[in-house]
């Protein structure tokens, strides 16, 4: 009797997850159209948690964060969620692009992108990419996490990997040790 319900549940449980796996969608693209000003929000819905417990050393603006300011990606957090910028000194183009990781599902906003500016969420909603043509104006993206625990980013620059000392994380422009780091949700 104790096999046929073991064999039962494990049967259900097959069941249950044919069932959730059929209901992960596509990933999500978003690219902004040859008129910025027409560019449509994409965002999802999430789980509603506490965005509060991210360490002290990335909240904040970076201070240093202006248009044609230094070349690199601008990160911190806010009572609003996660917000990365991008800029640099000049009008040529120069191309940023990153992977965000998280571990538990985002949800993104585009900020003042321009034509050819992509920002993709893959279908789990847990890895968000993003290319940015920038002019030396700043381009960027915000994003929400559904309760995540820890976030993995890694960020390049007209194709090479950036120095962590173009990375500015919080307020005080603190920079990571490596160029793909992992910011931990204080418990």
């Not at 209901?23 to 965002?43: K, R």
């Not at 603006?61 to 300011?69: D, E, I, N, Q, Y």
Request: hydrophobic fraction near 40%; aromatic fraction near 8%.
């Amino acid at each position: 009797m104790a096999n046929h319900r073991r064999r039962s549940l494990a049967a259900s449980l097959l069941v249950l997850s044919g069932l959730t796996a059929a209901l992960v969608g596509p990933a999500a693209t978003f690219a902004a159209s040859p008129d910025a000003a027409t560019a449509t929000t994409a965002t999802t819905t999430t789980t509603t948690c506490s965005e509060t417990h991210w360490p002290a050393s990335v909240q904040g603006v970076p201070s240093t964060l202006k248009a044609g300011a230094r070349a690199g990606d601008y990160l911190w957090h806010s009572s609003t969620g996660w917000h990365l910028r991008v800029t640099h000194p000049g009008t040529a183009k120069v191309v940023f692009t990153g992977r965000i990781v998280s571990s538990a599902p985002m949800t993104f906003t585009p900020w003042r992108l321009e034509k050819g500016d992509t920002i993709t969420l893959s279908a789990d909603k847990k890895t968000l990419t993003y290319k940015f043509n920038n002019y030396g104006r700043i381009d960027g993206i915000d994003f929400k996490t559904a309760c995540a625990q820890r976030l993995t980013i890694s960020a390049a620059i007209n194709g090479r990997k950036l120095s962590p000392s173009r990375i500015w994380l919080g307020h005080y422009g603190r920079h990571p040790l490596e160029n793909r780091f992992v910011v931990v949700k204080i418990a």
